[in-house]
């Protein structure tokens, strides 16, 4: 079947059973059932009409049936799996994928763990062509394990016993058992199957914090993404509420939660540092690609490095970018992923498992890096490995990037990366001081970057559902919220989601903490602001005097009460606030441009021109006190003051299209016509957009007909101007 059509179907049977109609979802489904070369998935396909049908009987009959929920439930869960199943199966080139086939590989890979074993006892010329045939041995073996079980699409339970019985292995190394714990979450995230959950939540158990984690946020990932199917699988439903009884995984999903949710700024972050940053940094000879991700800041601070430095930077604001940069990092941010994501095109990331490997050192590809000195070489492993900068991914990228200069200009990076680094010369493992959990949240984080890699830049990116486009927020799930349902969680989320401005989220995530705790005035104003961001006024409002009934008069508080009154158009109510508010801040001059604007709204004009001279003798010359002096002016007939106040407005550094267009309504009340015209014509060069500028312009009709103007000559003068 046409890959297109078979997606078509796969859809609309996904429509239908979301709406609960089985029967024709799977009339929809048998659609060119026979051509289909999977005999198993048919023979499901027959079982499941069978069933329905019986069940459908039993009804027409009368016949009691106290399983019918229950059967109904797994007949539409079965049916959603089918869909998804049979959709890989009618691919051009399918083929299929038995997981026993992993039990003859498993032996296979054990007899060369022996093997590599037995060939550290040969001499270093024999040992050298044997240990090289036996790891190309080992990298088709566990990349064909990983490829079986990414591509097998039907699980039964003894597969699933299989796969989780590998991933315990002892004396199989955690590394090849952390590919095959990857293997399962592409697996699942290829096909859904609850089996392939299930074998990812016995993996959260793992005594190895990289396989616990592993599984862990592939779980987590996987079941959100198809997490409306849920209901059709208590298993599931249990497996995930039994997490909650381990409070030490209680933690670890809290800070993964705040990870996943840290990948929405992946794509912001990117083109930022592809428009904004890099570019800014390529024009300054003294920064080069070296310096990524090493300390820039310190050194451009350092004056008596290079003194041109300092001055470069404040002059185009690159030290407000670079220390943006770190703050990033700080956070655990995705910083890399611009600068990474070109050089993915190496033959390793060929095969899939190397985007979700764990960084190895030792590996051939980029074992000739290393420098030759025993300190150094220790120093440099220890700078990579340890650094939690980078994913695995992209520390395989930069190796391999490395392999690729000439040894000249390698030497002297090398020299740059481990000079200055005794903690090798005193035999320190930098590692080793690290805390188990925060081994834990460095691991989970790179792994989240690594499978966001994965899913966004490989070459095998498309036959899988990216779960980066979903909001990865668990509160959303009603199977995962539970693990995120503790209130210090539940408030970090509200936190990060209202610093990203994801302001509705926000709201969500806190009317669902405040259902159950008490909270404080710092809360109720942050919701406050979360919904005056959303234009809810009176909902921010509500949760602004919330807080000022626990806290009064807090300058703060009372000033966003205000601006909300005066966003609502409602300046009376607006302005005893701002009037409050000024008792309490007599010098703010936003507040005093906030009181002023809002009284001349009033036409209490003689009271809004003191705020405005006030700011004026507080803060001589600034601009945004200049337009409301001579837009005030304008209002009440000061024709003069207007016209003296908008040429210094139009003096000034940061005049916009709107004050020469201001100026000129000034000119034409005044039947100045021609330095009129000339001014709006100014503005109209001044405003990128056409449309918005006689929208403007329009907008104005009505001051200037109360000011005098004649509707006609109006209209005429709108297309002199065009």
């Known amino acids: ?66 399983e019918r929920e229950r059967m109904y439930g797994n007949l539409l869960g079965e049916c959603h799996i089918l869909n998804d199943q049979i959709a890989i199966a009618r ?40 240990k090289a045939e036996l790891f190309e041995e080992h990298e088709r073996l566990l990349d064909n394990i990983f490829t079986t079980i990414t591509e097998s699409i039907a699980w039964h339970k003894s597969d699933a016993e299989l796969v989780s019985q590998i991933i315990k292995e002892k004396d199989v190394p955690v590394n090849d058992r952390a590919v095959i714990a990857s293997a399962v979450t592409l697996s699942l995230m290829k096909c859904f199957e609850p089996l392939k959950a299930m074998t990812l939540i016995k993996a959260v158990e793992s005594e190895s914090t ?48 705040i990870q996943m949710l840290r990948c929405r700024e992946t794509q912001k972050i990117d083109r930022k540092m592809r428009e904004e940053i890099i570019p800014a940094m390529m024009k300054n000879p003294h920064l080069n690609g070296e310096k990524m991700g090493f300390d820039i800041i310190s050194e451009i601070e350092n004056e008596d490095k290079n003194p041109e430095w300092k001055e470069w930077t404040e002059k185009d604001r690159i030290k407000d970018k670079l220390e943006e940069i770190t703050q990033w990092q700080i956070e655990g941010a995705d910083v890399y992923m611009s600068t990474f994501s070109q050089l993915k095109n190496y033959p390793f990331f060929k095969r899939n498992m190397n985007w979700l490997r764990p960084f190895d050192p030792t590996l051939p590809a980029i074992a000739d890096i290393m420098p030759q000195s025993e300190n150094a070489k220790k120093t440099l492993l220890s700078t990579i490995c340890s650094s939690p900068l980078f994913c695995n991914s992209d520390k395989y990228s930069f190796c391999l990037t490395l392999n690729q200069v000439p040894q000249g200009q390698k030497d002297m990076l090398m020299q740059q990366i481990t000079g200055g680094d005794d903690t090798a010369e005193q035999g320190i493992d930098r590692n080793s001081e690290i805390p188990k959990e925060k081994k834990a949240e460095i691991e989970g984080n790179q792994y ?22 979903l909001s990865l927020n668990l509160l959303e799930s009603p199977t995962l919220r539970v693990l995120v349902n503790e209130p210090g969680t539940i408030l970090r989320i509200f936190n990060h989601l209202m610093e990203k401005e994801y ?24 919701m406050g602001y979360c919904l005056q961001k959303e234009k809810d006024y009176s909902a921010a409002i509500d949760y602004y005097t919330r807080a000022d009934i626990i806290k009064p008069d807090t300058l703060w508080t009372i000033s966003h009460i205000a601006q909300c009154y005066r966003l609502s158009d409602n300046a009376d109510k607006a302005i005893g606030f701002y009037l409050l508010a000024e008792e309490i801040a007599p010098e703010n001059i936003s507040l005093l441009r906030q009181t002023g604007e809002c009284l001349a709204l009033l036409k209490r004009y003689d009271e809004a021109f003191a705020r405005f001279f006030k700011m004026e003798f507080l803060k001589p010359g600034s601009i945004s006190t200049l337009r409301a002096i001579a837009w005030c002016s304008f209002l009440t007939g000061k024709e003069e003051q207007a016209r003296n106040y908008y040429r210094k407005v139009m003096e000034a550094k940061g005049a916009k299209f709107t004050d ?63």
């Open 210 to 257: 990289r396989i616990s984690t592993r599984a862990l946020v592939g779980y987590i990932i996987a079941i959100f993404t198809y997490g409306s199917r849920l209901e059709f699988h208590p298993e599931l439903v249990a497996a995930t509420e039994s997490l909650i009884d381990s409070p030490r995984l209680l933690s670890r999903i809290a800070t993964t939660q």
């Open 503 to 526: 302001y509705a989220e926000a709201v969500n995530a806190g009317r669902i903490y405040e259902k159950e705790n008490t909270p404080d005035e710092h809360f109720y104003q942050e």
């Open 1 to 66: 079947m046409e890959e297109k059509r078979s997606e078509e179907i796969r859809k609309e049977v996904a429509a239908l059973l979301a709406a609960r109609r089985l029967k024709d979802a799977m009339e929809v489904l048998s659609t060119d059932m026979e051509s289909l070369q999977e005999w198993t998935l048919r023979t499901r396909f027959s079982q499941m009409k069978s069933s329905y049908e019986f069940l459908l009987d039993y009804l027409r009959k009368g016949t009691p049936d106290p």
């Open 91 to 130: 691919k051009p080139g399918y083929k299929a994928r038995c997981i026993e086939e992993i039990a003859v590989l498993r032996n296979r890979l054990h007899e060369n763990y022996a093997n590599q074993e037995a060939a550290g006892l040969l001499s270093q010329a024999e040992g050298r062509k044997v």
């Open 448 to 469: 989240i970057q690594d499978l966001y890699r994965f899913f966004k830049l490989s070459p095998a990116r498309k036959e899988f559902k990216d779960p980066f486009t």
């Open 660 to 722: 020469y267009m201001n100026a000129a309504h000034v000119e034409w009340i005044t039947r100045n016509n021609a330095a009129a015209v000339e001014l709006y014509i100014k503005a109209k060069k001044l405003c990128d957009n056409k449309e918005l500028f006689f929208a403007q312009f329009e907008k104005d009709f009505d001051t200037l007909i109360e000011r005098g103007a004649d509707r006609q000559e109006l209209l005429l003068l709108r297309d002199i101007i065009a």
